[in-house]
C-alpha cells in the first residue's frame, strides 16, 4: 500500500481541511506501516502557482501548512512529509508526461473549465496542465491509494490514462513504468458545509471568515462563530430523518459526530428536542476540547523555522530518494540520453 496525497498551501487550514482530509492522513500513515507501506503527503505549491498568487503569503502558507500538519499529528517518522519546490522530480516528471497527455484529455477537465471561468484566454498554462503535474506526484511514487476528494476524482482517472498511455507506448508489459493509482475515499471522510449557508461547502476561498473554523482561531472566535452560525427556529429533530431540508442543522450535527465520534442518531438521541441555544455551547466546546491543543501546537511549531525547515529538508530528501529510479526509468524508456 503506498499512499500518496497533497494539499495545496493557500490560505488558511479550516475544519472541513481537518475533517475531509487532514484527520484521515493522520489514520492512514498508520494504515500504510501496518499494511508495510508508505504515506507521502506533500504540500502542492508548484500547483498553487497556476493561478495569481502573492508570493510573500505564499511562502508564508506553506510553512504555516508544514506547521498545521505536525500539528494535526501527522508524524514525520512515520509519513514522508515534504513540499513539490524541494523534489525537482515533480516538474521533470511533468515535462515528461506532457509528451503523452493529450489536448483533448486535458481539455475535458472540469476544474479548468470552473476555475478559468470566462476568461479562458487568459488563463495560465499551468492552470490547463495542472492534471499532468497532478499524475506526475502520484505516478512518482508508484501510488496504489491516493485519497482524493470528489473534485478530484476525474483528474486521477486522467492520471491512470496517462500512465497506461506511456506503459503501452514505451514499456514491456510485463514491465510497466508506472502503476495505475485507484482513488481512495475514505469511509468516515465528512463533507463539512459553510457555516453561513449549508448548501456550500466550507471553503478557504470563501470571503467571510465567519463562514469557517480555521485551525488557527483561539477558544473564544471557535465560540462565537460557532453561536453565530446560521440555523432556523426549530429544535433538534428525534432521529437523521428530520434532518431533511435542513441544510444548516445537518451540517452542525455532522460536525458534532465527526468530532465526538458518534452516528447522527446517536447524537440526535442525545439532543433531539434541544433548541440551538443548547446544542451550539455544547458544540463549540467539543470543538475547542480537540482543536486547542492542536492550535497551542501548531502555533509553537509556527515560531520554530529552524525545526520546519529541518522537516521539510529531511522529508525532500527522502522523497528524491524514492523517487530517483521512477524518474530515471521514464527517461529512459522515452530515449532521453542521460549519460
Ligand atoms: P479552495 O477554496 O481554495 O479550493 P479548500 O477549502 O477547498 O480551498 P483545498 O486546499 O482545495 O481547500 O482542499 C484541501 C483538502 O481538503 C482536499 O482533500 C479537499 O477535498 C478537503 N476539503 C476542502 N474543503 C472541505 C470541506 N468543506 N469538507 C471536507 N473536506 C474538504
Ligand atoms: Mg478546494
Not at 512515520?78 to 515528461?96: R, S, Y
Request: charged residues 25%; aromatic residues 6%; glycine residues 8%.
Amino acid at each position: 500500500m503506498r499512499v500518496v496525497s497533497g494539499i495545496q498551501p493557500t490560505g488558511k487550514p479550516h475544519l472541513g481541511n481537518y475533517l475531509g482530509a487532514i484527520r484521515n492522513y493522520v489514520k492512514l500513515q498508520d494504515d500504510a506501516l501496518a499494511a508495510n507501506g508508505e504515506c507521502f503527503i506533500f504540500i502542492a505549491d508548484l500547483h498553487a502557482i497556476s493561478m495569481p498568487h502573492d508570493p510573500v503569503e505564499l511562502h508564508n502558507s506553506t510553512l504555516e501548512l508544514v506547521a498545521t500538519l505536525v500539528a494535526c499529528g501527522l508524524d514525520t517518522s512515520k509519513t514522508v512529509l515534504f513540499n513539490q519546490a524541494q523534489v525537482p522530480a515533480h516538474a521533470e516528471l511533468q515535462w515528461l508526461l506532457s509528451g503523452t497527455a493529450r489536448m483533448g484529455w486535458l481539455s475535458r477537465m472540469t476544474q479548468f473549465k470552473d476555475k478559468s471561468g470566462k476568461n479562458r484566454e487568459g488563463a495560465s498554462i499551468a492552470l490547463f496542465t495542472y492534471p499532468v503535474l497532478q499524475a506526475a506526484d502520484v505516478l512518482l511514487y508508484q501510488a496504489t491509494h491516493v485519497p482524493v476528494g470528489e473534485d478530484q476524482k476525474q483528474h486521477l482517472e486522467l492520471a491512470r490514462d496517462i500512465a497506461q498511455k506511456f506503459n503501452n507506448d514505451f514499456a514491456s508489459e510485463d514491465d510497466p513504468v508506472f502503476t495505475l493509482p485507484e482513488p481512495y475515499i475514505p469511509p468516515e471522510a465528512a463533507r463539512i458545509m459553510s457555516l453561513r449557508d449549508g448548501t456550500s461547502k466550507m471553503s478557504k476561498s470563501d470571503p467571510s471568515d465567519m463562514s469557517r473554523i480555521n485551525l488557527s482561531d483561539d477558544a473564544d472566535t471557535i465560540m462565537k462563530k460557532v453561536k453565530k452560525a446560521k440555523t432556523d427556529p426549530e429544535p433538534l429533530p428525534p432521529e437523521a430523518a428530520g434532518l431533511e431540508d435542513r441544510p444548516e442543522a445537518k451540517n452542525l450535527v455532522a460536525i458534532y459526530g465527526a468530532f465526538s465520534g458518534k452516528s447522527v442518531d446517536e447524537v440526535l438521541a442525545e439532543y433531539g428536542g434541544a433548541g440551538f441555544g443548547t446544542f451550539k455551547p455544547a458544540l463549540g466546546e467539543l470543538m475547542v476540547e480537540t482543536l486547542s491543543p492542536i492550535t497551542a501546537r501548531f502555533n509553537e511549531l509556527r515560531a520554530d523555522r529552524e525545526l520546519l525547515d529541518a522537516i521539510l529538508a529531511r522529508g525532500a530528501a527522502r522523497a528524491r530518494d524514492m523517487s530517483g529510479p521512477t524518474l530515471s526509468r521514464a527517461y529512459a524508456a522515452l530515449g532521453l540520453v542521460r549519460g
